[in-house]
């Protein structure tokens, strides 16, 4: 066990995330409309079946797959959560809004206030036990409306409904709320529109125009929404928010060197170049030409917009890294690592394949602060899990326990390189359903729910052994690792 000292500054912001598709259920209350997430199958074939050619959103409520859409039923127990999160002492909160609670079809004028007056109790919550929320106003579930009918991000006007939607959440909790990101994991449209842009092959998800014309219309809806913030609230922080995985070359040869510059030019900094420095990055072209993309359609002051409102702070995921090998005949490719590559001889992996490595968030760290000179927040990171209960449900997660002391170690040692880290939020603090299979066996949380893949289960909430460790790292803002 690691005796390393560790170093996080005052003010430091531990907590956990969570997104509200996979957690909150009651995907049809309150005036609620259907979301992506609610269209989207569950199972472990749920990225082939989206990817498929097939696939157009068209679904049967009656065979909606437990848990996907039922989620742990935190709609009527969030008071609840909200107390175990105090109890382990979190400084912040992050979680999303459903785009389809506020506006159930997506297009409408006026907002549904049940579905704010839900958020209002949600907000309200965490400030009475002192909790900062961070709130991701899309986290993969824009209203399906929004998605068939338009065809989703591709489609121009989907800035404006984007740009009411923000106007109505920011200007109702911009008071109480200090920090906020636009989009979850923008960037990984680049391998799954389905999620962040609501795009299948059906609605044009195979052709990179749409990918890239739709993440333009993304951009320029996150500025109008930073605009917004910023004129609501002075000291609101609006940030973007990036899958990033730290990416090798498998050896020396300048073939391999070259196409690790590309990657990491193409998948962990178009998206942030964007919104981060506010204008399109020299490479773009070199993209345009390799994927087929002509001229973007853009406004006359979309670029003037992005570049004035470009986002406060960087917020990323964090689960694995990638290796890059051009020059092999036959690769070992690296079985459930989201984003390909090939198998990296010196790492261990998860259960579910993926790479894990803690140096490599060290890397990532400096990579993003050297390149954008901004607050960084890494607002997702863990360990999805198969979890073994006793008979009185207690889970002795000690593998999850190492993984992370190992990711809050890189974290300080960051910190000592001098990167600003405004924050830590593990994802899925509470058990919650897959985004990659609508299940409930990949777990990643500190408190046990008791839910099957079946949907069948008490949904009652039992603290893990690591729940009380990450309460130790807290009170000791992360000096007690062991």
Same mark, same amino acid.
């Given at each position: 066990?690691?005796?390393?000292?560790t170093?996080?500054p005052?003010?430091?912001?531990? @907590?956990?995330?969570?997104?509200a598709?996979?957690?909150?259920?009651? +995907?049809?209350?309150?005036?609620k409309?259907? /979301?992506?997430?609610?269209?989207?199958?569950?199972?472990?074939q749920?990225? &082939?079946?989206?990817?498929?050619d097939?696939f157009?959103?068209?679904?049967?409520?009656? !065979?909606?797959?437990y848990?996907?859409?039922?989620? %742990?039923?935190?709609?009527h127990r969030f008071?609840?959560?909200i107390?175990?999160?105090?109890?382990m002492?979190?400084k912040?909160?992050?979680?999303s809004?459903?785009w389809?609670?506020?506006?159930?079809?997506?297009?409408?004028?006026?907002?549904?206030?049940a579905?704010l007056?839900?958020?209002? &109790? =949600?907000?309200?919550?965490?400030? !009475?036990?002192?909790?900062e929320?961070?709130?991701?106003? #899309?986290?993969?579930e824009?209203?399906?409306?929004?998605?068939?009918?338009?065809?989703?991000?591709?489609n121009?006007k989907?800035?404006?409904?984007?740009?009411?939607?923000?106007?109505?959440?920011?200007?109702? +909790?911009?008071?109480k709320?200090?920090?906020?990101m636009?989009?979850?994991?923008? *960037?990984?449209?680049?391998?799954?529109?389905?999620?962040?842009?609501?795009?299948?092959k059906?609605?044009?998800a195979?052709?990179?125009?749409? =990918?890239?014309?739709?993440?333009?219309?993304q951009?320029?809806?996150?500025?109008?929404? =930073?605009k917004?913030?910023?004129?609501?609230?002075?000291?609101?922080?609006?940030?973007?928010?990036?899958?990033?995985?730290?990416? +090798?070359?498998?050896?020396?040869?300048?073939?391999? &060197?070259?196409?690790?510059?590309?990657?990491?030019?193409?998948? *962990?900094?178009?998206?942030?170049?964007?919104?981060v420095?506010?204008?399109?990055?020299?490479?773009?072209?070199?993209?345009?030409?390799?994927?087929?993309v002509?001229?973007?359609?853009?406004?006359?002051d979309?670029?003037?917009?992005?570049?004035?409102?470009?986002v406060d702070?960087?917020?990323? #995921?964090?689960?694995?890294? /990638?290796?890059v090998?051009?020059?092999?005949?036959?690769?070992?490719?690296?079985?459930?690592?989201?984003? @390909?590559?090939?198998?990296?001889?010196?790492?261990?992996?998860?259960?579910?394949g993926?790479?894990?490595?803690?140096?490599?968030?060290? %890397?990532a760290?400096?990579e993003?602060?050297d390149?954008?000179? $901004?607050?960084?927040?890494?607002?997702?990171?863990?360990?999805?899990?198969?979890? !073994?209960?006793d008979? *009185?449900?207690?889970?002795?997660?000690?593998?999850?326990?190492?993984?992370?002391r190992?990711?809050?170690?890189?974290?300080?040692?960051?910190?000592?390189?001098?990167?600003?880290?405004?924050?830590y939020?593990?994802?899925?603090c509470?058990?919650?359903v /897959?985004?990659?299979?609508?299940?409930?066996?990949?777990?990643?949380g500190?408190i046990?729910?008791?839910?099957?893949? *079946?949907?069948?289960?008490?949904?009652?909430?039992?603290?893990?052994k690591?729940?009380?460790?990450?309460?130790?790292?807290?009170?000791?803002n992360g000096?007690?690792? $062991?």
């Open positions: 066990m690691s005796n390393k000292t170093v996080f005052d003010g430091f912001l531990w @907590g956990g995330a969570t997104a598709n996979q957690l909150e259920g009651a +995907y049809r209350s309150d005036g409309g259907l /979301s992506v997430a609610d269209a989207m199958p569950g199972g472990k749920r990225f &082939q079946i989206l990817g498929s097939t157009n959103w068209e679904i049967d409520e009656d !065979k909606f797959i848990p996907n859409h039922r989620g %742990i039923d935190h709609y008071k609840e959560d107390a175990l999160f105090a109890k002492g979190f912040c909160y992050r979680f809004l459903a389809a609670r506020i506006f159930p079809k997506g297009d409408e004028a006026t907002p549904n206030e579905g007056k839900f958020y209002d &109790q =949600v907000i309200d919550e965490c400030l !009475k036990h002192g909790i929320p961070v709130i991701t106003i #899309s986290h993969y824009m209203p399906l409306h929004l998605a068939k009918e338009y065809g989703g991000w591709k121009r989907m800035i404006d409904f984007f740009e009411n939607y923000a106007t109505v959440v920011l200007t109702r +909790y911009g008071k709320v200090k920090y906020w636009t989009f979850n994991e923008i *960037n990984s449209a680049f391998h799954f529109p389905a999620l962040s842009q609501g795009m299948v059906a609605t044009g195979g052709d990179y125009q749409n =990918v890239f014309q739709a993440w333009h219309n951009f320029v809806a996150s500025a109008k929404a =930073v917004i913030g910023h004129e609501i609230n002075p000291d609101m922080q609006i940030g973007c928010m990036i899958i990033y995985a730290t990416t +090798y070359s498998i050896d020396a040869n300048p073939v391999n &060197q070259m196409a690790t510059l590309a990657q990491n030019q193409e998948f *962990n900094f178009y998206c942030t170049d964007a919104q420095r506010g204008e399109y990055p020299a490479y773009q072209q070199r993209m345009f030409d390799k994927y087929g002509s001229e973007l359609e853009m406004g006359a979309d670029l003037e917009l992005m570049r004035k409102y470009a702070y960087i917020g990323f #995921s964090y689960y694995m890294s /990638s290796a090998n051009e020059t092999a005949e036959e690769e070992d490719t690296v079985v459930g690592n989201l984003l @390909g590559g090939v198998r990296n001889p010196f790492l261990e992996a998860s259960e579910w993926w790479q894990i490595d803690p140096e490599g968030l060290r %890397i760290l400096n993003l602060y390149r954008y000179q $901004k607050p960084l927040f890494i607002v997702e990171n863990g360990l999805g899990a198969i979890d !073994k209960v008979e *009185n449900f207690y889970v002795e997660d000690d593998y999850r326990i190492d993984y992370l190992r990711h809050i170690e890189a974290m300080s040692d960051a910190i000592k390189d001098g990167v600003d880290l405004m924050g939020t593990p994802w899925g509470i058990d919650l /897959s985004a990659s299979t609508g299940e409930m066996s990949k777990r990643y500190f046990y729910v008791d839910l099957d893949d *079946n949907g069948e289960g008490t949904m009652n909430r039992y603290e893990k690591s729940f009380n460790w990450y309460k130790q790292v807290i009170e000791t000096k007690e690792l $062991k």
